[in-house]
C-alpha cells in the first residue's frame, strides 16, 4: 500500500515542502521519487507504515 503524491517538476520547492513534510510524519518510514512511467521527478511515492486491523483501527507495522 502506498500514496502517490503529485507536486509536478517545476522548479522544486514544492517537492522540498513535501519531502520535509513527510520526514517530519511517524507514520512514514520511506519515500522516493517516481520512476519512469510513474511521474518520474514530479511525483514522490510513500509507502503507509501502517495497517488496519479488522475493527479498522490504524496501527503501527512492526519494523523486524
Known amino acids: 500500500q502506498s500514496v502517490r503524491i503529485i507536486h ?3 522548479t522544486g ?3 522540498a515542502a513535501v519531502q ?3 520526514r517530519k ?3 512514514v518510514k520511506k519515500f522516493r521519487l517516481g520512476l519512469y512511467g510513474e511521474g518520474e521527478d514530479g511525483v514522490t511515492i510513500v509507502p503507509f507504515n501502517i ?3 479488522r475493527d479498522n483501527d ?3 507495522k ?3
Open 8 to 10: 509536478g517538476k517545476g
Open 13 to 15: 520547492a514544492l517537492r
Open 20 to 22: 520535509q513534510s513527510l
Open 25 to 27: 510524519n511517524k507514520f
Open 51 to 53: 495497517d488496519f486491523d
Open 58 to 60: 490504524i496501527k503501527e
Open 62 to 64: 512492526e519494523v523486524l
